[in-house]
T-cell receptor, first 111, second 119 residues
Framework: QQQVKQSPQSLIVQKGGISIINCAYE??????FPWYQQFPGKGPALLIA?????SEKKEGRFTISFNKSAKQFSLHIMDSQPGDSATYFC??????????FGTGTQLKVEL | GAVVSQHPSRVICKSGTSVKIECRSL??????MFWYRQFPKQSLMLMAT?????????EQGVEKDKFLINHASLTLSTLTVTSAHPEDSSFYIC???????????????FGDGTRLSIL
């Protein structure tokens, strides 16, 4: 029940395209859903986060869509750029407890 | 933004050596810090949660005598890998959370990790 399932495992997108990464969870106690971006040899950096009382949050080119009834949330990267090439992790937590991470998506944006 | 500094960034040492990794919150007080381990192309695996002034809580399967955690101040937590062996080689990452603002789900801010290589 603590799992967060993430797909796809890897993704190749052309420059200017939309990158979409999906996550699903089971624990209904989760109430905070952050996305992290990790470059090789670096720690994860918080990208954007959402709480379940909203269905969408947008920050620049990054948008989280949240479907509470389906227990799914997704990250959309608009106008994807080569500099966006990284590994993306979704995560979930509830009640101030530890983060549960997805398995990660390796994104490559090609010219 | 919140900055977490982790030191050293890379350690190479002989088998049997003990290695200490420091994690500091630079511009906020971190009542809670977390230690993760990450293998190549895998997700982060939580090892333990440390709270300032109390004993760390270890995840199932993590040897507390092997991975000593000390959170002696609101800005510093340390992880000591005792008598390290090649199988302990990994990427260790810390994170810190500032709960002082009163919101229970303050985001975790991560350090840049420590690459530990045991020969």
């Amino acid at each position: 029940q603590q799992q967060v399932k993430q797909s796809p495992q890897s993704l190749i997108v052309q420059k200017g395209g939309i990158s979409i990464i999906n996550c699903a969870y089971e624990n209904t106690a989760f109430d905070y859903f952050p996305w992290y971006q990790q470059f090789p040899g670096k720690g994860p950096a918080l990208l954007i986060a959402i709480r379940p009382d909203v269905s969408e949050k947008k920050e620049g080119r990054f948008t989280i869509s949240f479907n509470k009834s389906a227990k799914q949330f997704s990250l959309h990267i608009m106008d994807s750029q080569p500099g966006d090439s990284a590994t993306y992790f979704c995560a979930a937590t509830g009640g101030g407890n530890k983060l549960t991470f997805g398995t990660g998506t390796q994104l490559k944006v090609e010219l | 933004g919140a900055v977490v500094s982790q030191h050293p960034s890379r350690v190479i040492c002989k088998s049997g050596t003990s290695v200490k990794i420091e994690c500091r919150s630079l511009d906020f007080q971190a009542t809670t810090m977390f230690w993760y381990r990450q293998f190549p192309k895998q997700s982060l695996m939580l090892m333990a949660t440390s709270n300032e002034g109390s004993k760390a809580t270890y995840e199932q399967g993590v040897e507390k005598d092997k991975f000593l955690i000390n959170h002696a101040s609101l800005t510093l937590s340390t992880l000591t890998v005792t008598s390290a062996h090649p199988e302990d080689s990994s990427f260790y990452i810390c994170s810190a959370r500032d709960n002082s603002a009163g919101w229970v789900n303050q985001p975790q801010h991560f350090g840049d990790g420590t690459r530990l290589s045991i020969l």
